[in-house]
């Protein structure tokens, strides 16, 4: 006997809720692009886990498509960074507000 | 045996998680952050995803990670300090309790413990897409039920890549139409 559907699912929910909490508190957004990865990962822990248990595949090739788009996101997300840095000379989010005003 | 490797390697990633949240250094956070993927990988080969254990160390922990860390050091090389408004922590900490809370409420109608499913190591023929332990079994999945979202998958990396070079292309300074000049 090992630790059930229940355990994994609780460490995915934990990872999810600091992932999401870090994303509300942090305001440099290279971090808060980091804690976005963070809440990919506890959802393909989630995957896999209840793709184990229910002896199936389809959770296990679902994260192989996150993992995927996370590369392809993290490429575009820094290069957004990078282009923004170069024109604003900041990366904290709160001085990032041109759009409000 | 595998309880207690579980209780470590999750110990070891909510607290790499709560550190890469903490920390004040974005450099600190990022290798806590690859601290968590590892362990997020090690918890993978608890659940005999080898393949998906491996592409999480080599793509996240790796090429991911490698990217987050040049561009920190590129760009945020002091780390300057924003304080936290009292507003924004409060949400952020009723957010976390109301998550985590959710998080275990959904999760306890799940076994505590259980015995894992036995699997074999490559797929058999009555069950093509059952969970195995081999890489092959990715193949077959990818191959038949999972085309389209596998053509899908690579056409969307070329248009990132040929967005990435769009996007860090230098823009003249005269065609500049920003608004805060």
Redesign the interface.
Same mark, same amino acid.
Do not use: H, W
């Given at each position: 006997?090992?630790?059930?559907?229940?355990? &994994?699912? =609780? @460490?995915?929910?934990? *990872?999810? %809720? =600091?992932?999401? +909490?870090?994303v *509300?508190?942090?305001?440099?957004t290279?971090?808060i $692009?980091?804690?976005l990865? *963070?809440m990919l990962?506890a959802s393909?822990?989630a995957l @896999?886990?209840i793709? /184990?248990?229910y002896?199936?595949?389809?959770g +296990?090739?679902f994260? $192989?498509?996150i =993992?995927?788009? +996370?590369?392809?996101? @993290?490429?575009?997300g820094?290069?957004? =960074?990078? %282009?923004l &840095? !170069? !024109? /604003?000379h900041s990366?904290?989010v709160?001085e990032l507000n &041109?759009l409000k005003h | 045996m595998p309880a207690f490797f579980f209780y470590f390697f999750s110990a070891l990633t909510i607290l790499a998680a709560l550190l890469v949240v903490l920390n004040r250094d974005a450099v600190n956070s990022a290798m806590c952050m690859i601290v968590a993927l590892a362990g997020v990988a090690a918890l993978f080969v608890l659940l005999q995803a080898y393949f998906l254990a491996v592409l999480q160390i080599v793509v996240y922990a790796g090429a991911v990670m490698v990217l987050f860390l040049f561009i920190i050091m590129l760009l945020d090389p002091k780390g300057r300090r924003v304080p936290v408004s009292e507003m924004n922590l409060v949400f952020g900490l009723i957010a976390l309790l109301a998550l985590a809370l959710g998080a275990f409420w959904l999760a306890r109608q799940y076994p505590a413990v259980a015995e894992l499913p036995a699997i074999p190591q490559l797929p058999t023929d009555d069950a093509p897409l059952g969970y195995a332990t081999a890489a092959k079994t990715f193949g077959y999945g990818l191959f038949t039920r999972y085309l389209l979202p596998f053509e899908v998958a690579g056409l969307l990396l070329l248009i990132a890549m040929v967005g990435v070079i769009v996007l860090s292309k230098r823009t003249p300074p005269d065609s500049n139409d920003d608004p805060a000049k």
């Open positions: 006997m090992q630790p059930g559907l229940q355990a &994994y699912l =609780i @460490v995915a929910g934990f *990872l999810f %809720a =600091i992932g999401f +909490a870090g *509300l508190l942090r305001k440099n290279l971090i $692009f980091m804690c990865e *963070l990962t393909t822990l @896999v886990a793709s /184990r248990f002896n199936s595949m389809d +296990a090739l994260v $192989f498509f =993992i995927t788009v +996370a590369a392809a996101e @993290v490429a575009v820094l290069a957004i =960074i990078v %282009a &840095y !170069r !024109r /604003r990366v904290q709160d &041109y | -």
